[in-house]
């Protein structure tokens, strides 16, 4: 059975920065690209990042570029998104998601939360 | 970027009804379309992809169809597990999106 379990979320004052992290199991974890996905409170999904199996290509929406890293580490079947540069609007449920081989997400983490306030 | 638009962002339905939901892409995406059920404090549920193409476990109450740019999501006899918001969501390129979500409440 597939699991994904995210950790690493809190309180961040506006500013400073927060790794999450995704611990995967139960599938081969470098085979498969990965996604971080949020939502903020009371609104609907957003894409954050995603990252390929194959050679490491990641994505950003326009709203985390230049200040979030997305990342892998396939000894460990870990996913990691490092954030700076933390603003409220960043506050949100950060998803961990997998991507079926050449489709779309299939699998989703239970989420850990985000909240930037001072 | 590609902009997704649903309608109607909520809806009133009753139990046995059959409701459809329609997603609109500000540019045609071929087939890249998935569907997402969420439920109020778990996370999204993966429901079809590729349009119409259900998700493994996933019952055929659930159905999707559509192309280019105009797609919706149907649901057939609607039990009380379905009330939840419905997520589509584009994979066609990057950076990737979702449409605003539609909230089916009961009646």
């Known amino acids: 059975e597939v699991y994904l379990v995210e950790s690493g979320g809190g309180l961040v004052q506006p500013g400073g920065s927060l790794r999450l992290s995704c611990a995967a199991s139960?599938?081969?974890?470098?085979?498969?690209?990965m996604h971080w996905v949020r939502q903020a409170p009371g609104k609907g999904l957003e894409f954050v990042s995603a990252?390929?199996?194959?050679?490491?290509?990641?994505y950003y929406a326009s709203s985390v570029k230049g200040r979030f890293t997305i990342s892998r580490d396939n000894s460990k079947n870990t996913l990691y998104l490092q954030m700076g540069s933390l603003r409220a609007e960043d506050m949100a449920v950060y998803y961990c998601?997998?991507?079926?081989?050449?489709?779309?997400?299939?699998?989703w983490g239970q989420g850990t939360l985000v909240t930037v306030s001072s | 970027d590609i902009q997704m638009t649903q309608s109607p962002s909520s809806l009133s339905a009753s139990v046995g009804d059959r409701v459809t939901i329609t997603c609109r892409a500000s540019?045609?995406?071929?087939?890249?379309l998935a569907w997402f059920q969420q439920k109020p404090g778990k996370a999204p549920k993966s429901l079809i992809f590729?349009?119409?193409s259900l998700q493994s476990g996933v019952p055929s109450k659930f159905s999707g169809s559509g192309s280019g740019t105009d797609f919706t999501l149907t649901i057939t006899s609607l039990q009380p597990e379905d009330f939840a918001t419905y997520y589509c969501?584009?994979?066609?390129?990057?950076?990737?999106?979702f449409g605003g979500g539609t909230k089916v409440e009961m009646k």
């Open positions: 590729a349009a119409s």
């Open positions: 969501h584009q994979y066609y390129s990057y950076p990737l999106s």
């Open positions: 540019q045609g995406i071929r087939s890249s």
């Open positions: 990252i390929s199996s194959s050679d490491g290509s990641t």
């Open positions: 998601a997998r991507e079926d081989l050449g489709t779309t997400i299939d699998f």
């Open positions: 139960g599938f081969t974890f470098n085979r498969y690209a």
